[in-house]
């Protein structure tokens, strides 16, 4: 099926839900998008040498505070909740880090899973 731009412009991010036991219940993320992971990069080498304060709160709690959600979508955090944040235990962040970056494909194993599907998709085309 060929789509169009409005079909592909229209499609909503596929949302998945994290259990968070530090808090006690779940949250909602969905995968970090192209705009997103360029301020990351971006993030990651202005704060490449930072200290590590301000490396997690330019990187790590950003990436958290841009793709977490509620079940709808809806953003849960903005800006202004990064202080808040901060004193947040890290293991939320680190648990909720690798749970956005295998979503969005931007692990090791989630990548050589993509290639893997990829081949098998050209795989099962038929020649025409």
Excluded: C, Y
């Excluded at 412009?9 to 993320?29: D, K, N, T």
């Excluded at 293991?91 to 050589?112: H, K």
């Amino acid at each position: 099926m060929n789509l169009t731009k409005e079909q592909i412009l229209a499609v909503a991010p596929r949302l998945q839900e994290v259990e968070v036991p530090e808090w006690g219940g779940s949250v909602w993320i969905r995968p970090v998008t192209l705009g997103e992971q360029g301020k990351l990069a971006d993030a990651g080498h202005k704060f490449e040498k930072a200290d590590p304060s301000a490396r997690l709160k330019g990187t790590t709690v950003k990436l958290v505070i841009w793709v977490t959600s509620d079940e709808t979508g809806a953003p849960l955090f903005t800006d202004a909740d990064l202080p808040s944040l901060m004193s947040q235990p890290a293991s939320v962040f680190l648990r909720l880090q690798d749970a956005i970056l295998e979503l969005s494909g931007l692990t090791e194993s989630s990548r050589a899973a993509l290639e893997k599907n990829s081949e098998t998709a050209q795989t099962d085309k038929p020649v025409s």
